[in-house]
């Protein structure tokens, strides 16, 4: 885009649904339900309904620690909710009138909880079950400030950065540069943070770390947007150390397969319903039972 032709903003916006690039189909400028459909319900208290982004996996990481640590009450039904206008069905708009993903409901009382934004849902199950919480209440608001560090900051990795350079329908540079120049600020704020510490409040691994890994944690380990060279995400050293740390734990490897549609079919589980899934049911597995 040149000076010559810059867009110029009209005095009242309208939408155009073919301007929206690789999400034309599925965003809009309103909310509510355009279907009526019922969510599934499985056996398990705990309903959560997601797919693989890196939002999903914080809850789904989350989860699959704390069944490793033996909480069994953190059993749960993950379901697959495709973002491809699922998110508008009337079920699930029931339980996040703001359609994105993950949603979580427990049906663990007398009536069902509804919870929805990740960082709620990792917050809700953390002082429901008391696991990846600091135990130290000086180190509490320590965790608040980094949990919600990261929900205000990946927008600018995701909508910002991670839309004009990998999703929008052309390349533009102002857009792409303005972003690109604060996420590499944001990773520089966490290489700073982590010269320090072994985890983001400290020697204890808690809920930020794995809120912020899912986002920044994939980011320098080549998962998002194949921006890594372009963003020169390996200078940033004591991201990588603490990303590949958190990467080898294997209830991480199992969270980043749950609701996953993307990448190698053995490492997608489209659906969780028990442990047992993980070697029963990936989508590799799936599709070799049905071409038989």
Not at 37 to 53: A, D, F, I, N
Not at 252 to 276: C, F, I, W, Y
Not at 281 to 286: A, E, G, P
Request: net charge negative; with cysteine; hydrophobic share 40%.
């Amino acid at each position: 885009m040149t000076k010559n032709d810059a867009y110029v903003p009209p005095n009242v916006w309208q939408w155009d649904m073919e301007s929206g690039g690789s999400f034309s189909k599925i965003n809009r400028p309103i909310s509510g339900k355009t279907h009526d459909e019922e969510l599934p319900v499985g056996k398990h208290p705990l309903q959560l309904y997601s797919q693989g982004t890196p939002n999903g996996v914080k809850v789904t990481v989350l989860l699959e620690e704390m069944l490793a640590l033996g909480e069994h009450r953190a059993e749960y039904d993950a379901w697959l909710l495709r973002i491809n206008g699922k998110q508008f069905g009337s079920g699930f708009v029931e339980i996040n009138p703001n359609s994105k993903i993950p949603a979580l409901v427990d049906r663990s009382g007398t009536k069902p909880v509804r919870v929805f934004e990740s960082a709620a849902i990792m917050l809700y199950l953390a002082e429901k079950f008391g696991h990846f919480l600091p135990k130290d209440p000086e180190v509490r608001p320590e965790l608040l400030s980094w949990l919600f560090w990261q929900m205000g900051s990946a927008p600018f990795l995701g909508g910002g950065f991670g839309h004009f350079y990998a999703y929008a329908p052309e390349k533009y540079e102002y857009p792409i540069n303005r972003y690109a120049m604060e996420v590499k600020r944001q990773l520089d704020v966490l290489d700073k943070l982590l010269a320090k510490r072994q985890f983001i409040c400290g020697d204890e691994y808690t809920i930020a770390d794995m809120a912020i890994w899912a986002w920044y944690g994939q980011l320098v380990l080549g998962r998002l947007y194949n921006a890594g060279e372009f963003l020169d995400v390996e200078t940033y050293t004591q991201v990588a150390r603490w990303a590949q740390e958190i990467d080898a734990r294997p209830a991480v490897r199992r969270g980043r397969m749950v609701n996953k549609t993307s990448g190698p079919l053995e490492l997608q589980l489209h659906e969780r319903h028990n442990a047992d899934d993980f070697d029963l049911r990936t989508q590799d597995k799936l599709e070799t039972v049905a071409s038989d």
